[in-house]
């Protein structure tokens, strides 16, 4: 079981001093989490090295204004940061990191990872809304209680995949009654342990899969099976798919933001699938209209095969598509699929390499012989 | 789709032996149905999923990828990828609710003139009985 140690304090604010004391006592030289911006609710992730400028650091702060783990290979993309840093990151962002630096896109070398057992995040749409602070407290009193917070991402929402996995230090939050008052530290490797001498609390021996967690899980679990049906095809699934997407306006956001998404130039944003008009007239000719631009339902379809397989469901692709389709939804639908069939966890194994870039020669061994 | 009416597949073969063996069910004149288009790439690993993605989204009423055996691929490893990518496909489609028989992988080595007929022929009588592609009315896509 992970030493831990529990602190008399608020958990935010206790995460604050344990984390401004690291850098204060040069123990890291940078932080690497959450900062609020302006006075109107903004938060950006930002990397800070001085303890001045943490005071306006939020490390807990339920929203998530692009994912973590695509914003630490933009850092590390080019090799390992060159002083310790200390990364706050939420359970999913940090599969979504391990899944980059599978493709060499991030180097975890000198980051100390913490995480959280994760209650969600909340809709970007609150964020600068008069809303903000309401809805943030209301998702205290839920990941307190270990029940879904309203306003959170559908993904969040069916999500059973909350307790981190890989992280150095894990900050337990859901069902944790007395937040307020005082929280529990997990030091999970040996990297975290030399951290733990900088807590100031007494040391317990609970582990963080208590029954909240597990019976939070099951309720999950059975939000997933509803969200996942109402995307099922009622009639023919083409013409389901073309009702999700209709609204698509191409502007490949979901595919900007998600981190596994990593490529320079993407294939759908290059001019492999443009083409002149006189290759549309057959097109024209028997269908007597095209949409214009074409190639939805092709980009969305094709970003499925280079992607879904490792889709960790973060949900950054619903929240900012500017027409509200369920993107998470679906790619996480289709995303549970491949990865059942391929018996691949995207995140867990740093070491498993991704399943497009690899095979078995005794694999599906009936396929192509019928 | 009444009997008289031939589907549309596309056929990706792959050149040493689906392909080979394409052309000897040709020379040995045997019977292969009108409704395939073939394709020659060099190794079934060249067949990207998008190529069978778009020619189900233009209308194809069937897709066929075709290579080598596993373990006698011209280029060692090639028909392995190809392998994978089809059953991501498959997952696909099922996933979706898109028909999941329109595509389909089949290995036919260069010997193999009588498979080839008989894959072939077969394909199209199951395409036949699914029915026409509906991507090719629609006008959103």
């Known amino acids: ?370 | 789709m009444n009997n008289k009416q031939t589907p549309n597949i596309i056929g990706f073969l792959c050149n040493w032996c689906s392909y080979t063996g394409a052309d000897l069910a040709g020379t040995s004149r045997m019977k292969i149905p009108p409704s395939l288009k073939t394709i020659r790439v060099m190794c079934s690993g060249r067949i990207d999923p998008l190529f069978v993605l778009k020619s189900y989204l233009k209308g194809a009423d069937g897709v066929m990828m075709m290579g080598c055996h596993p373990g006698d691929c011209h280029y060692q490893k090639g028909n392995y990828n190809a392998r994978r990518r089809y059953v991501m496909l498959n997952d696909i489609f099922k996933t979706l609710g898109l028909d999941e028989k329109r595509i389909g992988l089949w290995w036919v080595s260069a010997s193999e003139a009588s498979r080839f007929a008989k894959v072939t022929n077969d394909y199209t009588e199951e395409v036949k009985k699914i029915g026409t592609n509906p991507t090719k009315k629609e006008i959103f896509l």
């Open chain 1, 1 to 370: 079981m992970a030493k831990a140690i529990k602190i008399k304090k608020n958990v935010e604010e206790g995460l604050f001093d344990f984390l401004k004391s690291l850098l204060e006592k040069e123990k890291i030289k940078g932080v690497f989490t959450l900062k609020k911006m302006d006075d109107h609710g903004a938060v950006s992730y930002s990397l800070i090295t001085s303890p001045d400028e943490f005071k306006d650091a939020v490390p807990l702060y339920p929203f998530m204004p692009v994912n973590a783990g695509k914003a630490l290979s933009s850092f590390t993309l080019l090799g390992k940061t060159e002083e310790p840093v200390a990364a706050v990151l939420r359970p999913c962002e940090l599969r979504a990191f391990v899944e980059l630096i599978k493709r060499a896109q991030g180097d975890v070398e000198n980051i100390l990872i913490i995480s959280l057992s994760c209650g969600g995040v909340l809709s970007l749409n609150l964020m600068g809304e008069q809303d903000q602070e309401k809805a943030v407290s209301k998702y205290w009193e839920s990941v307190k209680k270990a029940e879904v917070a309203p306003d959170t991402r559908e993904t969040c929402q069916f999500c059973e995949n909350f307790l981190p996995i890989n992280a150095d230090i894990t900050v337990a939050t859901v069902g944790q009654k007395d937040l307020d008052k005082e929280f529990t530290l997990y030091f999970n490797t040996p990297k975290g342990e030399e951290f733990s001498k900088e807590a100031s609390g007494s040391s317990v021996s609970e582990d963080i899969e208590t029954k909240e967690i597990k019976d939070f899980k099951k309720k999950r679990e059975e939000l997933k099976e509803k969200y996942f049906k109402e995307t099922e095809p009622e009639e023919s699934g083409l013409k389901s798919l073309i009702n999700i997407f209709s609204p698509c306006l191409g502007c490949h956001g979901c595919s900007h933001v998600c981190p596994i998404c990593y490529c320079t130039l993407c294939e759908f944003d290059s001019k492999t699938h443009d083409y002149p008009t006189s290759s549309l007239s057959s097109d024209l000719r028997v269908k007597g209209g095209l949409k214009v631009p074409s190639g939805n339902l092709l980009f969305h379809l094709g970003r499925m095969t280079h992607m879904a397989v490792s889709c960790i469901s973060c949900g950054m692709c619903s929240d900012v598509c500017p027409v509200n389709i369920p993107v998470a939804t679906v790619f996480s639908k289709v995303g549970a699929s491949l990865q059942k069939e391929f018996d691949y966890f995207p995140g867990k194994d740093i070491e498993e390499p991704a399943p497009q870039g690899t095979y078995k020669e005794d694999e599906f061994t009936k396929i192509g012989e019928q």
